[in-house]
């Protein structure tokens, strides 16, 4: 079973506009972690967020984590049509190890 | 390495053949992990190992899925008698240790006629 749910299931902008996208979690967690998979390809790391930190920025990335909603929002600021991908959110469930995704956000970035 | 390999990269075996995946991690990696990415699904964790032990295995599917990684580096997956069902992409992911960031291979996809 999947820990988390990605909101919106799917995400089409223009290309220079901004992406936001929102993982809901349901137990407690140490981190939590955003990926991007390409289609057929594997996840990449985009960047761990630790519960006791609420803002995090790398790049044009942009996260956030809000520990008493059980929430978290990935922000990519200036999309390009590269930046077209699902995007999953994964916590640690607290168990500090295995991951527990969501169904992923799929981004189209039109040009 | 650069980054984690697995191989094949594509499989596809008759149902009822057995499989078995490869996993190379990234060097000095201590932990090592498998999950299991259905169609239009997030993956799904399958079994961790530290080092050699396995430490969590509860998310194998069935007594038919063995992981193991004798020497703490490479690690296989074998799938016994594949189902249909068993078609997905096996992802393999490495880390530091607990509560660092995993690094995933591009996936083996499973195709079981």
């Known amino acids: 079973s999947q820990q988390g749910e990605e909101d919106p299931q799917a995400l089409s902008i223009q290309e220079g506009e901004n992406a936001t996208m929102n993982c809901s979690y349901k137990?407690?967690?140490?981190?939590l972690q955003w990926y991007r998979q390409n289609s057929g390809r594997g996840l990449v790391h985009l960047i761990l967020?630790?519960?006791?930190?609420r803002e995090k920025h790398s790049g044009r990335l942009r996260v956030t984590l809000d520990t008493s909603k059980k929430s978290s929002s990935l922000l990519i600021t200036a999309s390009r049509a590269a930046d077209t991908a699902s995007y999953f959110c994964a916590t640690d469930a607290g168990y500090g190890n295995k991951l527990v995704f969501g169904a992923g956000t799929i981004l189209r970035v039109k040009s | 390495g650069a980054g984690v390999s697995q191989s094949p990269r594509y499989k596809v075996a008759k149902r009822g053949q057995d499989v078995a995946l490869r996993c190379d991690p990234i060097?000095?990696?201590?932990?090592l992990f498998w999950y299991q990415q259905a169609l239009g699904q997030g993956p799904e964790f399958l079994t961790y190992?530290?080092?050699?032990?396995?430490?969590?295995k509860s998310g194998l599917p069935s007594d038919r899925f063995f992981a193991e990684r004798p020497e703490g580096s490479v690690s296989t997956l074998k799938i016994q008698r594949t189902q249909q069902e068993d078609s997905a992409v096996y992802l393999c992911a490495s880390s530091r240790g607990s509560y660092n960031e995993q690094f995933f291979g591009p996936g083996t996809r499973l195709t079981v006629l």
């Open positions: 060097s000095g990696h201590v932990s």
């Open positions: 190992f530290q080092n050699e032990a396995q430490l969590d």
């Open positions: 967020i630790r519960s006791n930190e």
């Open positions: 137990t407690s967690i140490n981190n």
